[in-house]
């Protein structure tokens, strides 16, 4: 009886083995149609709910096949193949940045709240990192892009002459024109020197990155031009430099160069609030009292300085707001409308 038993067991082990080795292979479209006697078009538009085209009998014969095989749609691959993956990939610089971080967290909620999955890639500010991601981001056939503080790179050149749908945050298209959302940098810069201005202060300066962004460039020539239209000449508003991607250790270095044998300023502008946070330890390391002798201005206002920098007067930037508008930009482009600009009101908090 043993001898005759085993061929059964062999037999009920073999099938169970079909059975586990099939629960690993995904059932092929092919597969259906070939079981169904018809094409594999016909397959694909009866598990798609497109069924206008097949008899009532087809229908109930593939779809009594689908089940008995278990086969389950490829929504992914065929978004990928319609080009609507419903991902965006965000490039962003400098993530430990609260400015940046608020940027993706706001782009991420409205994204999600319209049914897109947003990818997040840190670019550190460095050209090849975005080039990386860009090539990255479009092997995955991703259905936009969405660039914080872009730079000017070979790819970024590339995905603009094919016309990407890219939104550009915080910095315009390096490459030229584009959809923009943002605040007008010139106009905080000049809102930093009105305020300054009117609390009587007289002994002004400025500090910025060496390699600045175009948005710290506007932010700092804004500033300089109302300066100026007050009636303050140029060679009496000090500027200073430094190099650096980190804006806490730019501010510092800047800082230092900016009193180096001379006195601190009366008001001081920083074309970010890290930079601003920079400056205020050169300062406690000098014994230097802030706010009393030197009033210094930052740009962003993160949350973090209602709890850390009471001292600093600050541009709030409305970052919660980004991402509906960034979302909106996106929407548009998919219509195939003209790139524009979104530029959110700014707000300088006096605490």
Request: proline content about 5%; glycine content about 10%.
């Amino acid at each position: 009886m043993r001898g005759l038993d085993r061929p059964s067991q062999s037999g009920e082990q073999g099938a169970m083995n079909r059975k586990r080795v099939s629960a690993h292979q995904p059932v092929l479209l092919a597969t259906v149609a070939a079981k169904a006697g018809v094409s594999i078009a016909t397959v694909s538009r009866i598990v798609n709910g497109e069924t206008g085209r097949a008899s009532a009998e087809t229908i109930e014969r593939v779809q009594k096949i689908v089940g008995a095989l278990g086969y389950r749609p490829n929504h992914v691959g065929r978004a990928l193949r319609r080009r609507e993956s419903r991902i965006v990939a965000m490039l962003s610089p400098n993530l430990d940045n609260p400015a940046m971080a608020a940027i993706a967290a706001s782009v991420e909620t409205a994204l999600r709240s319209a049914g897109y999955v947003m990818i997040l890639c840190d670019t550190h500010d460095r050209a090849e990192l975005q080039d990386e991601y860009l090539h990255a981001m479009r092997s995955q056939a991703v259905q936009g892009y969405v660039l914080v503080n872009a730079v000017q790179s070979e790819a970024l050149s590339a995905s603009v002459a094919r016309g990407d749908p890219i939104v550009f945050v915080g910095r315009r298209n390096p490459a030229g024109a584009g959809s923009f959302v943002g605040i007008d940098n010139r106009r905080a810069g000049a809102d930093a020197a009105d305020h300054l201005w009117a609390q009587g202060i007289r002994d002004l300066a400025v500090i910025h990155p060496t390699q600045g962004s175009s948005a710290s460039r506007d932010r700092v020539d804004g500033f300089v031009r109302r300066l100026k239209e007050l009636g303050l000449p140029c060679e009496a508003i000090r500027q200073a430099s430094a190099l650096g991607l980190s804006h806490l250790e730019v501010g510092y270095a800047a800082a230092q160069r900016l009193i180096d044998g001379k006195s601190w300023p009366g008001g001081l502008l920083c074309p970010s609030d890290m930079m601003a946070y920079g400056a205020y330890r050169l300062a406690l390391e000098k014994g230097i009292r802030i706010p009393e002798t030197c009033r210094i201005v930052g740009i962003d206002d993160n949350a973090l300085n209602a709890w850390i920098a009471p001292w600093l007067i600050s541009v709030r930037i409305p970052y919660a707001d980004f991402g509906a508008k960034v979302v909106g930009q996106l929407q548009a482009l998919w219509a195939g409308e003209q790139p524009s600009e979104q530029l959110l009101p700014h707000e300088l908090i006096v605490r």
